[in-house]
């Protein structure tokens, strides 16, 4: 090939005005053929392009592995917190029906060990008791049913909360 074509198609390649078919002649020339010295220099570059030609090749797979690969370490992390969660949750649990069983015990103990308390009857016959009795026993009731109304309407949030949350999950992990 002609040295002085291939040092003007070097000249516009440098300068970005040469065509897809000019690069290939270019290429072929440097790859196939003996070259003079003082293209020796250009010579190693084309074989380098060449080179990283082929790299690209290679990695054409390589984002779309690296994509999955992040969303299974993601998905398996998510995994993990919830069940850390859910286990500190039942620990929390634990501890908490622990310590309201002993405020519970130790409530008790003080109230029957207590030396100074004395008992005073309030009432001056059984009818006038049993009567106190089955007041304050309709306002416990009361309290009762009305803490039992709360806690089924928080049970009831509680729920649509989760629902909610599990149908973002799915959407984040679809």
Known sequence: MNVDRINQLLERYYNAETTEAEEKELKRFFAEEEVPAHLLAEKEMFLQLQAS??????SEGLEERLSEAI???????QRTLKIQRNTRIRH????GSIAASMLIVVSFGWYLYEP????????????????????????????LNKGMEQMEVLQTTTKRVEINIQKQLNK???
């Open 172 to 174: 984040i992990n679809e």
């Open 71 to 77: 969303d299974t370490w993601e998905a398996q992390e």
């Open 53 to 58: 030609m082929n790299e690209e090749a290679i």
């Open 116 to 143: 100074n308390h004395t008992r005073k009857d309030t009432c001056a016959t059984p009818e006038e008791a049993y009567m106190e009795a089955q007041k304050a026993l309709t306002q416990f009731s009361m309290a």
């Open 92 to 95: 929390l649990q634990w501890i």
